[in-house]
Structure formats: C-alpha cells, structure tokens
C-alpha cells in the first residue's frame, strides 16, 4: 500500500550482508519460484510506505539485478549501494539514513535474509507510530523481532551507527516507551542463516 507525500512512512531492505555462514550468496538462493531476496521484498513493499530503499553490499550486482527483477516492486523502489557494507549493518542504515524524504515519518527496517514477515503486523506498527511511540515493533511470545518502526524523532541516531549495530541499537534506551506489536506467528524472528534454515520453510 503506498502511501506519498511529507509525513509518509519509508522502508529499506538490508541487501548487503555477505552471507558467510550460508556459503555466500543467500539472498539470491533459491526459493519459492524465485530468490529468497524477494519474499522480504514483498513485504517491504506491501507496506504501508511511500519509498522502498533496497540498499546492496557484497554481490552488489547481482543482488541489484535481482532486485529490479523481483516481481514484488514497483516505481517506489530506490536502490543504493553502500560502499562500506563490510564494516556491518551500521554501514547500511546510515547509507539509507541519507536517503531519507524530507518530514518522513518514520522507517520500517526490513532484513533481506527474513522471508516469513507476517504483512499482518504493518498496520499496527503504523498506528503506534502515529499515536506518539518513538518507535514500534512485533513481538511473538515474548521475543521481539522484525520489522523495526522506527519513528521520525529517532531518525538521526541512524546517521550515526557504526560497526554491526543495526535498528537495535536506536532501540535499546526506549524501556517501555517502544510499543511492542503482537504478531501473528514467528514470522518476524525467523530468518536464514544457514542452507538447512532454507531447507525447512521449503519443506525438503
């Protein structure tokens, strides 16, 4: 669902990951008739957003190529290459941080490695954003995951990430202030990180 103007909601897919305990290549293995890759593109772009940044690392190229490929985007897609993506996730979200629309509301932060977000989770993070959290994310009984929300005051703290610090960190000081979204199934903890990981959601 797109959503445009000042004030909007933006997403960024983290696309830049190396994939070592993998074996390389994970966002572009094999899944579900296309590339793992595109299952978290699907749900960027199923969200309540106004631009999609897909930010590439390692295999740059072909992660990009897929990308343009994948049949989940659409004209909001911003792709962007992070030249320093060896140093960590920091490294990412400081190149989607400059990316950032004038009075953007807020940042859903999307892994490309995680292809069971429940789309159901948006709306809510969206909501608590909107009535006055600083930030929002899903929890499944008890355990936080992703996608983070993170709201428009929080914004410049991700200029200044370094290292592996991903949206946790802009997170950790919030205590209670963060408003914690109950999901539907354990799809925002779930990700790949290994081939048997991939082995499992696809049944073999």
Do not use: N, W, Y
């Amino acid at each position: 669902m797109a959503v445009t103007g000042a004030g909007a909601f933006e997403a960024v897919v983290l696309a830049a990951g190396t994939g070592s305990r993998f074996g390389g290549g994970k966002l572009l293995a094999p899944h579900a008739g296309g590339v793992l890759l595109d299952a978290a593109l699907a749900a960027a772009f199923a969200a309540p957003v106004g631009k999609v940044i897909v930010v590439t690392g390692a295999d740059g190229e072909a992660v990009a190529a897929a990308v343009r490929a994948s049949p989940a985007v659409d004209d909001r897609l911003q792709l962007v290459h992070a030249a320093d993506h060896a140093e960590g996730m920091g490294a990412s979200l400081r190149r989607a941080a400059a990316e950032l629309g004038p009075g953007c509301a807020g940042l859903f932060v999307f892994l490309g490695d995680m292809p069971r977000i429940p789309h159901a989770v948006f709306a809510p993070l969206a909501e608590a954003v909107r009535a006055g959290a600083p930030a929002a994310a899903p929890v499944f009984r008890g355990q936080r995951g992703h996608p983070a929300l993170i709201g428009a005051a929080l914004l410049p703290g991700l200029a200044t990430l370094t290292g592996d610090a991903g949206a946790r960190a802009v997170l950790k000081d919030l205590g209670d202030r963060l408003a914690l979204v109950e999901a539907p199934d354990d799809g925002v903890l779930f990700d790949v990180d290994e081939p048997g990981d991939l082995d499992r959601i696809q049944g073999r």
